[in-house]
């Protein structure tokens, strides 16, 4: 069956260390993954975007990787801060424009002063 | 620019009740639609989406219907809640194109007791 999983429910993290999430797939082949952030009782905000022929993407202290043989994508966010504290969510997404995007249920992150 | 409209932001409505959910977008044209739900705590569920007016597809069989009137007006409805309706709803739009991101609504906190 078709799954996309996001390795942990909630992840703590000390102020300054990188946070590493971790975005798992199966059964699907996407041709883009994105992410996006969600902060409590509001809508999910686009965050990257990276194609199956890049292995990596860089905004400011965000790195995202994609690893189509694992079926993989890493999110990091280096030298955290407490603001980055949030839910942070993948989603798989196709050539087709008109076909929904998959997303994954979050990973709750918590940096801790 | 573009922005999206959704409300109202919260709702309370007894068990039975009708729905009616309404989300428009402004400063694009012939957008892609989605409504999505969110219960406490969990993943985002994609319930409907649309690439044109009057075209609904339907993710999840449940009392819960969407309509588009026009091209960038997204309805969500039902005749009779249940208390399994409760949740976080989400309207969001993209552009029909591959590897464009999804741009949400500020979301309707919706409580059927």
């Known amino acids: 069956s078709q799954k996309i999983e996001q390795n942990s429910e909630a992840l703590n993290i000390q102020e300054g260390k990188t946070a590493t999430l971790t975005c798992n797939y199966t059964n699907y082949s996407p041709a883009y993954l994105q992410w996006y952030r969600q902060d409590p009782g509001r809508g999910p905000v686009f965050l990257l975007l990276i194609r199956e022929n890049e292995k990596e993407k860089r905004k400011e202290r965000l790195k995202v990787t994609f690893d189509t043989t694992l079926k993989q994508s890493l999110f990091h966010i280096t030298a955290s801060q407490p603001a980055d504290s949030a839910t942070y969510l993948c989603?798989?997404?196709?050539?087709?424009?008109?076909?929904?995007?998959?997303f994954g249920k979050g990973t709750r992150l918590s940096v801790i002063a | 620019s573009q922005t999206i409209h959704q409300w109202p932001a919260t709702l309370v409505q007894p068990v039975g009740s009708p729905l009616s959910l309404e989300c428009t977008v402004e400063g694009t044209s012939n957008p892609n639609l989605y409504w999505y739900r969110q219960a406490a705590g969990r993943g985002l569920q994609l319930l409907f989406y649309s690439v044109g007016i009057g075209q609904i597809s339907s993710e999840v069989p449940q009392n819960l219907s969407a309509s588009r009137p026009q091209d960038r007006q997204f309805i969500l409805s039902s005749k009779k809640l249940l208390l399994s309706d409760s949740g976080f709803y989400l309207c969001?739009?993209?552009?029909?194109?591959?590897?464009?991101?999804?741009?949400f609504g500020s979301g309707t906190q919706l409580s059927v007791l």
């Open positions: 989603a798989l997404d196709w050539d087709s424009g008109n076909t929904p995007l998959v």
């Open positions: 969001a739009w993209r552009g029909g194109g591959p590897n464009e991101k999804l741009f």
